[in-house]
């Protein structure tokens, strides 16, 4: 079990280590990456540490004029709408993100026998923050370009593909155990337009890494009727939100897949008896995976109370240790 946004906003110790550090210069520092991504696993004793990054790390390190605004998110400063603004998206090289490897370094030296899952952004919900700008409901402009310019959106998609790779590449072959592919606003699509303008360069990446021979893990929010697909596109384990049960999940799934998942986060601001409840439905519903790791639905909230987390983690151990 481990918990995705297991480090950050939710930590005391976190805000005191970030102070007034911009989070994307925070994600370039090694001794604070390693701090904040260790800072979970000494509090709750998770079973992994999650890499402290964020998935537009990559696109800032080739030179794109972005910024994480509080409150907000990434924001693009120049949306790419065109031919022109694609051939701003280069390869990743590895001195691009010298400090990936660093940080990743002194991480796996301070786990010992812990994995730590690295993580990059998807190609679609890195298409949709470059195209729109920022943080999109209805993801107008991005929809427009997949459905009306195909051939600019697979130039679009390869690129982007092929940096999301380059960045999962860097943590892998400095000592990341897992990776995660976050595919965060994917869900906004149906299955047919999945399956066509998406999966194929999902399943690229995917089928790059499988020379790793490291675990690799796709999640996206709201994919219930993409789940299958999701699985298809070459993860091992399928990630699941709150909206599924993971027995329902684990039919939708072809065989020989995990799951991941499924505590709604805003659960954990209930009483401790329902959290406690709905886990152990969960834990019990998780058994018709061929494997199951415990997480969250999606990240921990930022004032998630750390204590309740310390508990449901115990508690997780407990009801699985037999």
Same mark, same amino acid.
């Given at each position: 079990?481990?918990? %995705?946004?297991?480090?950050?906003?939710?930590?005391?110790?976190?805000?005191?280590?970030?102070?007034?550090?911009?989070?994307?210069?925070?994600?370039?520092?090694?001794?604070?990456?390693t701090e904040i991504t260790m800072q979970p696993v000494r509090r709750y004793d998770v079973d992994a540490a999650i890499f402290f990054s964020d998935i537009v790390v990559p696109l800032k390190a080739i030179g794109i004029d972005l910024d994480i605004k509080p409150g907000v998110g990434p924001v693009v400063e120049d949306p790419i709408r065109g031919a022109g603004d694609i051939k701003r998206l280069r390869d990743i090289e590895p001195d691009d993100v010298h400090y990936i490897t660093e940080a990743v370094d002194q991480i796996v030296g301070e786990l010992g026998d812990k994995p730590l899952v690295g993580f990059a952004g998807a190609p679609f919900t890195l !298409?949709?923050?470059?195209?729109?700008?920022?943080?999109?409901?209805?993801?107008?402009?991005?929809?427009? +370009? %997949?459905?009306?310019?195909?051939?600019?959106?697979?130039?679009?998609?390869?690129?982007?593909?092929?940096?999301?790779?380059?960045?999962?590449?860097?943590?892998?072959?400095?000592?990341?155990?897992?990776?995660?592919?976050?595919?965060?606003?994917?869900?906004?699509?149906? /299955?047919?337009?999945?399956?066509?303008?998406? %999966?194929?360069?999902?399943?690229?990446?995917?089928?790059?890494?499988?020379?790793?021979?490291?675990?690799?893990?796709?999640?996206?929010?709201?994919?219930?009727?993409?789940?299958?697909?999701?699985?298809?596109?070459? !993860?091992?384990?399928?990630?699941?939100?709150?909206?599924?049960?993971?027995?329902?999940?684990?039919?939708?799934?072809?065989?020989?897949?995990?799951?991941?998942?499924?505590?709604?986060? !805003?659960? +954990?601001?209930?009483?401790?008896?329902?959290?406690?409840?709905?886990?152990?439905?969960?834990?019990?519903?998780?058994? !018709? /995976?061929?494997?199951?790791?415990?997480?969250?639905?999606?990240?921990? +909230?930022?004032?998630?109370?750390?204590?309740?987390?310390?508990?449901?983690?115990?508690?997780?151990?407990?009801?699985?240790?037999?």
């Amino acid at each position: 079990m481990w918990y %995705m946004r297991q480090a950050g906003r939710s930590l005391p110790e976190y805000r005191q280590v970030r102070g007034d550090v911009p989070m994307l210069e925070s994600c370039t520092r090694p001794d604070m990456v390693t701090e904040i991504t260790m800072q979970p696993v000494r509090r709750y004793d998770v079973d992994a540490a999650i890499f402290f990054s964020d998935i537009v790390v990559p696109l800032k390190a080739i030179g794109i004029d972005l910024d994480i605004k509080p409150g907000v998110g990434p924001v693009v400063e120049d949306p790419i709408r065109g031919a022109g603004d694609i051939k701003r998206l280069r390869d990743i090289e590895p001195d691009d993100v010298h400090y990936i490897t660093e940080a990743v370094d002194q991480i796996v030296g301070e786990l010992g026998d812990k994995p730590l899952v690295g993580f990059a952004g998807a190609p679609f919900t890195l !298409a949709s923050y470059l195209i729109e700008g920022g943080p999109s409901k209805n993801h107008e402009h991005t929809k427009a +370009l %997949m459905y009306g310019e195909p051939e600019l959106w697979d130039e679009l998609m390869r690129r982007l593909a092929s940096i999301s790779l380059g960045f999962l590449r860097t943590q892998i072959e400095a000592g990341a155990s897992a990776v995660q592919l976050f595919d965060s606003w994917v869900g906004a699509l149906s /299955a047919e337009d999945y399956r066509a303008l998406v %999966m194929p360069y999902t399943s690229w990446i995917f089928g790059q890494l499988s020379e790793y021979e490291v675990p690799r893990i796709h999640f996206g929010v709201g994919t219930g009727e993409l789940l299958g697909l999701l699985g298809e596109s070459g !993860a091992d384990v399928v990630g699941v939100d709150w909206r599924v049960p993971l027995d329902k999940a684990a039919q939708r799934v072809q065989p020989g897949l995990a799951l991941q998942g499924n505590l709604d986060p !805003a659960t +954990l601001f209930a009483p401790w008896e329902v959290v406690a409840d709905r886990t152990r439905d969960i834990l019990s519903r998780g058994r !018709a /995976a061929e494997g199951h790791i415990f997480n969250l639905g999606h990240g921990v +909230l930022p004032t998630t109370d750390p204590t309740m987390l310390e508990r449901l983690t115990a508690f997780v151990h407990e009801e699985t240790a037999h």
